[in-house]
């Protein structure tokens, strides 16, 4: 306590510095005795001290602080007032009974700070002051900061006084319904529709918008019965309130005339300018809508930018595709709005069941608009008809390989006529677009050769084979690899030899397709091992992991040697999930390697290896100055340990 004798003195020194330090000091020390003080300071002309000050005082806390700031809610500086306020704010409940007793003070604006800050204290004790000030103070602005803090406070003991002051003046009425929405109780929605008749066009907006975020469905009656003799602008909040709680399927429980009735002022609500009127109106409509709604919503939808309002037109084509086909989207998909089109055949999309059957009627609407669109739709529609079509569509499919020549429409058609279908007849239109200009045609034509795969599409390949291109003799590699055919051995032993390193690469991957001949294709395989392409030996590597065993395991040892990093870390990683002994002490090695990578995977497959030389030389690896290095030891030693218990 000596101390804060001592910050008693400094507080009243001259310097501001001593003053701004001495009063942090004090908040540190809990030094009660500095409160007046702290209090008088709080007053300065100096931001700094009044800083600390105010830091300190919330430290402290307590009655004592509680008191020493009250009088200065009355000061005529107004930073002064605030910086008091908001102390009380957080401090208030230590002394709520102070603060409870200024409710009462004859300065309203007393009234009002202290209404406010009741508001902040979580204590049950301000609820009945705040619910007197609310319903008998004579000043409006004492009543409306009444009804707010009771808002913050949330507590259900309020709401019989909210109820009650639900008949104020405007301005708190505003606070009334705002605070009943916050606390959320199921017995203010007699008293909010009971305010409806004698509100202010602007009050009942606001009464409709908290019945809506209170969500209790008995107030849907009283709200649908207001519904005719409403201003549109209040009966389209109305729509919006009635959406909200019950949902847009529940709408259907109505009877066939409220449904009908509903149905025309969700149509109104649909042209309001605010949006989430319009949603809601979206909403309803996609359970009670049909072909006027689906073309209200398709023009809101249209309106839309695709890539900035994205999710909110998701939810939008959701509701479309409830609605279902109607002429609205035929029309729109082949009208002059393309944002409309487009729209359209996303809805289209999703009302397509997963298979395009004959009697489908949604992929006969899309196929027959294909024609007569411009190619972006063009694209968007045969995507969703290739991903659904089965062999009913081909004729349509075959038509567009025929006639189109866009290579993304193409590529869909090839999809479906190709890999789904595996139509034999149209080789003759899919094998000359393995020459096509762009790549991902060729791979789309390529997959599609492969998956149709009679005798006859594997002899073009066996012939291509023999071509100068070297892309040729690359897809040719790959699909008779494809095939696993032992007719096609042969070739691949010639295209191990390739002076391309892809093809190279990708002849060693299709003679490891075939697993019943290892002792056939190993010895191609593990020549290229020396290959001086990377590349080549990376994947010999990797296939070597995959094929594991006692022939291939010397193997993957020497890879250790390899000039080329990853080939390392690659023979690395399968010999340690394998556990290979005999790896070890070239692991322990390369834990001197330049490459930090290298070290890393090293301790990680000694890890896996375990072993007395794996532990011993990890241990070693725990002394270093580098805190990676160290995390990644420990972890490997730590698998060591667990391996053996």
Not at 86 to 109: F, K, P, T
Not at 202 to 220: F, P
Not at 267 to 295: H, T
Not at 445 to 462: H, S, Y
Request: charged share 25%.
């Amino acid at each position: 306590m000596v101390e804060c004798s001592e910050y008693l003195v400094l507080l009243g020194s001259d310097n501001k510095e001593v003053v701004r330090e001495s009063a942090f000091k004090a908040g540190e020390k809990n030094c009660v005795e500095a409160v007046p003080k702290l209090a008088e300071l709080l007053q300065t002309n100096h931001l700094g001290i009044q800083e600390a000050v105010d830091s300190s005082l919330r430290k402290i806390g307590g009655k004592e602080v509680v008191q020493a700031v009250i009088p200065l809610l009355r000061s005529d500086d107004a930073p002064v007032r605030n910086l008091a306020m908001d102390i009380l704010r957080e401090v208030g409940n230590q002394d709520i009974s102070s603060l409870i007793a200024l409710v009462l003070d004859e300065d309203a604006d007393i009234r009002i700070f202290v209404s406010d800050i009741l508001g902040s204290t979580k204590s049950l004790l301000a609820v009945d002051p705040l619910c007197n000030a609310l319903l008998k103070d004579p000043e409006v602005n004492v009543r409306y900061q009444a009804a707010v803090s009771l808002g913050e406070l949330g507590m259900t003991e309020a709401i019989p006084s909210l109820n009650q002051a639900i008949g104020d003046e405007e301005w708190v009425q505003y606070s009334v319904i705002e605070a009943l929405t916050k606390i959320g109780h199921a017995s203010s929605v007699d008293a909010l529709v009971k305010a409806l008749d004698s509100a202010s066009d602007l009050v009942a907006s606001m009464i409709i918008d908290a019945l809506g975020e209170l969500g209790n469905v008995k107030a849907v009656t009283m709200l649908l019965k207001r519904m005719n003799d409403s201003p549109t602008a209040l009966r389209n909040k109305i729509v919006k309130a009635v959406v909200k709680i019950l949902g847009g399927k529940s709408l259907t429980l109505l009877s066939d005339d409220e449904r009908e009735r509903f149905r025309q002022y969700l149509l109104v609500a649909l042209r309001d300018e605010d949006v989430e009127i319009q949603d809601a109106a979206i909403q309803g409509l996609a359970y009670v809508g049909g072909e006027e709604a689906s073309k209200g919503i398709l023009q809101i939808a249209g309106a839309l930018d695709q890539d900035l309002e994205q999710d909110r037109l998701q939810v939008i084509i959701a509701f479309l595709a409830e609605i279902g086909l109607t002429e609205a989207l035929k029309v729109g998909l082949l009208g002059e709005d393309q944002g409309e089109a487009k729209v359209a055949v996303q809805v289209l999309s999703q009302i397509a069941p997963d298979e395009c059957v004959e009697q489908n009627s949604i992929c006969r609407v899309l196929m027959d608009a294909f024609w007569q669109v411009g190619l972006p739709l063009q694209r968007q529609i045969v995507s969703v008809v290739a991903n659904r079509g089965r062999s009913q569509s081909k004729d349509f499919f075959i038509k567009v390989l025929n006639e189109h020549a866009d290579g993304t429409v193409l590529k869909s058609a090839v999809y479906l006529l190709g890999e789904k279908l595996q139509l034999v007849e149209v080789i003759d239109n899919i094998f000359p677009l393995l020459n096509h200009q762009y790549d991902d045609v060729k791979e789309a034509a390529l997959d599609a050769c492969i998956a149709i795969g009679t005798p006859d599409v594997q002899e073009r390949f066996r012939d291509m084979f023999t071509s100068e291109n070297p892309v040729h003799r690359l897809m040719a590699v790959y699909a008779l690899g494809k095939f696993s055919s032992v007719d096609n051995l042969a070739i691949l032993q010639q295209a191990v030899e390739d002076e391309e390193s892809d093809i190279r690469r990708v002849a060693v991957e299709a003679l490891a397709s075939f697993p019943d001949n290892k002792d056939t294709w190993l010895p191609l395989v593990l020549q290229r091992l020396n290959d001086e392409s990377k590349d080549v030996r990376l994947t010999v590597v990797e296939i070597l992991g995959q094929h594991y065993g006692e022939d291939t395991m010397p193997h993957l040892v020497d890879a250790l040697n390899d000039e080329d990093d990853w080939v390392k870390i690659r023979a690395m990683d399968a010999l340690g999930e394998h556990s290979s002994q005999e790896a070890a002490p070239l692991m322990v090695d390369m834990l001197e390697d330049s490459n930090r990578f290298v070290v890393m995977k090293a301790i990680e497959a000694l890890g896996n290896i375990g072993g007395s030389k794996a532990f011993a030389a990890l241990l070693q690896v725990t002394n270093s100055d580098e805190y990676e290095l160290v995390s990644a030891a420990e972890e490997a030693i730590a698998r060591i340990q667990e391996a053996q218990e």
